[in-house]
DNA sequence: CAATATTTGCAAGTCATTTGCAAATAAAAG
DNA sequence: CTTTTATTTGCAAATGACTTGCAAATATTG
């Protein structure tokens, strides 16, 4: 493991909500170079060290976010539309329903995405929703 | 509502998958600029006649994905990482949960994402697997 | 430590999507 | 059915996330 792997690896089990590779490699400033942190999402996704999902906001446009895969439970993810963050939906409550779908179309599936988007408790209040 | 419009919405009335920008973009060719497709699909969004979602596949990158809402049901969708067709798991079925998480949470969600990717029955055979 | 394999930084692509602007078309007004 | 006003379009240039070629730097092997 290279330095600028551990480095990457080590900001994702920290953070506590899905980071965008653009994120992280802010945070990383002058310790590796953009591409180095895209290269090496990769890898550790490969590798199953991190997972990703595609998600889309106005302020941030069109990314892919990264969480750490030690806890080793899939989680789902609300994204607030004013504020930017993530919450937290829990483990993972699609085992059951995709093995019944592969059951039923006789597909195999490798993975899925379930995510929501709104608005969160806090930004209601100070827009007075 | 212009021609263009209307030929987009037609494509994505008559079209039993989700479809991208690029691609109906090349079915209209000349009729209209691509610049125009990716117009009118905000609008049409905009306004309810057609819903998206992003997904990323190894043939053609990230794309957003297109479908009419004149059945006005929310469907999800298989996608095949060999052949790229979608196959349709039916209506949403997540109304109730969605409910529960605003619930829990406190937060408004204003849309859902839910999809798998994997290998179709089909390509499993031709594959062998 | 030498030999080999992998990774990195840098700079230059890619590619879906967006945007400015002036011309063309649609909708509203008369 | 013209005129006026508002919206949409095509074209070309820009944006921004992500990728890639290549030679230098760092890891890993023996």
New binding site residues.
Partial sequence: ?????KAILKTLENVEEPI???ELAKRLGD?????????????LEKNNLATSF?LHCSE?????YYSSKEGNEHHHWFHCEQCHRFIDLGGCFYAEQVRQFEEKHAFTVHDHTFYLTGICQRCKQKLGL
Same sequence: chains 1, 2.
């Fill in positions: 493991m290279t330095k600028a792997r965008s590779a653009s310790f590796c170079d953009p591409a180095t942190v895209y290269r090496n999402l990769h890898y595609i941030h446009g069109t990314e892919r």
